[in-house]
């Protein structure tokens, strides 16, 4: 069975619910500032996600590219049921559902406002003691806290870590709340 239509019609959200105990291929293409992708979802769980000829393993950049596709408003997508073997090696066995819930939540924080984000040329650096905090499963953190302990931008983590600046603005925005990190301008201003 192929379902097929527009992003306008039928929100990415929406579409999530098609998948609960099925799977399928997801293609998504035409969506503004995005590649084309395809989604293989097994179960109700994101197995692996394809843009191109290249198959994301990575969590941070699986993240980003599903944050991308929530933000989006225009696009086509078809859906077709059927079984695979799941292409990518490892594969992410993510419950679509729990991290769409999850992404559509950072999404609305930065669309509304609810976390003041940061400017991406501002160097950040760690202040706090990370280990009161459970960061040891964030994938932004272990990949960034090497560039953050001598210093980084928003900028240079999203390079380095192939994301967007949205995406480690956001982290840099969470981490800061949380006492992690501060401006490295600030802890220059407490020292003198």
């Not at 019609?9 to 035409?30: A, C, M, R």
Request: hydrophobic fraction near 45%; include cysteine; proline fraction near 5%.
């Amino acid at each position: 069975m192929v379902i097929s239509g527009n992003l306008r019609e039928s929100p990415f959200q929406t579409l999530v619910g098609h998948f609960q105990d099925k799977t399928g291929v997801l293609e998504l293409w035409n969506m503004p500032d995005l590649r084309d992708c395809k989604l293989w979802v097994k179960r109700g769980h994101l197995r692996c996600i394809e843009i191109g000829k290249e198959y994301i393993a990575d969590p941070l950049k699986a993240r980003d590219i599903l944050l991308g596709i929530i933000a989006a408003r225009e696009g086509a997508f078809e859906l077709t049921y059927t079984d695979f073997k799941t292409p990518c090696d490892p594969a992410l066995h993510w419950p679509l559902e729990r991290v769409i819930t999850s992404l559509s939540l950072i999404e609305e924080d930065i669309t509304l406002r609810t976390i003041e984000m940061p400017a991406p040329d501002v160097s950040y650096v760690i202040c706090g003691d990370e280990e009161l905090l459970d960061l040891k499963n964030s994938f932004f953190w272990k990949r960034a806290k090497p560039m953050l302990q001598h210093g980084a931008t928003a900028e240079q983590i999203a390079k380095a870590l192939g994301i967007s600046l949205k995406l480690a603005c956001y982290y840099l925005a969470r981490l800061e709340w949380l006492g992690v990190v501060k401006p490295a301008a600030d802890l220059l201003e407490i020292e003198f």
